[in-house]
């Protein structure tokens, strides 16, 4: 299966709370941390709702 990997590059302060919830929900704690998931239909969710906050990139 493939994967992505999701970086936290801009700070969730000033932004709604379930932005904050969807960052904790996808493992990222602190700026700048990676985190690896499988791309599924549930992340790719996830990482849209909060695509001005993370960067992602495919991993092969």
Do not use: C, P
């Amino acid at each position: 299966m493939a994967k992505i990997s999701v970086t936290y590059t801009k700070s969730a302060i000033g932004y709604a709370w379930d932005q904050k919830r969807t960052i904790r929900a996808l493992g990222l704690r602190k700026m700048q941390q990676t985190v690896e998931h499988d791309d599924n239909r549930t992340i790719r969710g996830m990482v849209r709702k909060v695509r001005h906050l993370v960067t992602v990139q495919e991993i092969q």
